[in-house]
T-cell receptor, first 113, second 108 residues
Framework: DTGVTQSPTHLIKTRGQQVTLRCSPI?????VSWYQQVLGQGPQFIFQYYEKEERGRGNFPDRFSARQFPNYSSELNVNALLLGDSALYLCASSLGQINQPQHFGDGTRLSIL | GIQVEQSPPDLILQEGANSTLRCNFS?????LQWFHQNPWGQLINLFY???GTKQNGRLSATTVATERYSLLYISSSQTTDSGVYFCAVYYGNNRLAFGKGNQVVVIP
């Protein structure tokens, strides 16, 4: 089975721009979560989606938004990029919403100039 | 929110040595997972372990949920064990709260 796939792998943007990151979950997985990992820290929870509905949101500003499509893939959008948004963005998928191990993709490394 | 503390933050091992990494968490959790992050940023699942002990080759993990801690044991370490080890706890609707990680360097 193909694992969680994320695209693009690397991205360079400038301050004020907008970015869209994409994630395809493992086949059969209905839940997708997004995490931000800045250098030297552990990943921080941003969003969880299950069955195309937002089920949880972390402590991130409204510049961050996401959605899940009928095929369970997901996009994370970040508007008005700041230097501090430079990070590794990780997507994880799981079978269900509760008590299911999460499987992570390889991430998108976003650099803001 | 829930706090996850990992110790030691940095560890240098001679190849062949054994080590123990510790994870303390501040509240009751639904489950716990250990990951290894390689230098390319890939997060590799090691153990999904709400309680008890599991073993996989040279690695084993023990979680004592009632005392809110988990341990990861690395035996006969190899240079490929280098990287950052993360403990993450499940809370709410399958959200993960991560610790800051244990940076492990194994030298030949």
């Amino acid at each position: 089975d193909t694992g969680v796939t994320q695209s693009p792998t690397h991205l360079i943007k400038t301050r004020g721009q907008q970015v869209t990151l994409r994630c395809s979950p493992i086949s059969g997985h209905k839940s997708v979560s997004w995490y931000q990992q800045v250098l030297g820290q552990g990943p921080q929870f941003i969003f969880q989606y299950y069955e195309k509905e937002e089920r949880g949101r972390g402590n991130f500003p409204d510049r961050f938004s996401a959605r899940q499509f009928p095929n369970y893939s997901s996009e994370l959008n970040v508007n008005a990029l700041l230097l501090g948004d430079s990070a590794l963005y990780l997507c994880a998928s799981s079978l269900g919403q509760i008590n299911q191990p999460q499987h992570f993709g390889d991430g998108t490394r976003l650099s803001i100039l | 929110g829930i706090q996850v503390e990992q110790s030691p933050p940095d560890l240098i091992l001679q190849e062949g040595a054994n080590s123990t990494l510790r994870c303390n968490f501040s509240d009751s959790v639904n489950n716990l997972q250990w990951f290894h992050q390689n230098p390319w940023g890939q997060l590799i699942n090691l153990f999904y372990i709400p309680s008890g002990t599991k073993q996989n080759g040279r690695l084993s993990a023990t979680t004592v949920a009632t005392e809110r801690y988990s341990l990861l044991y690395i035996s006969s370490s190899q240079t490929t064990d280098s990287g950052v080890y993360f403990c993450a706890v499940y809370y709410g609707n399958n959200r993960l709260a991560f610790g800051k990680g244990n940076q492990v360097v194994v030298i030949p």
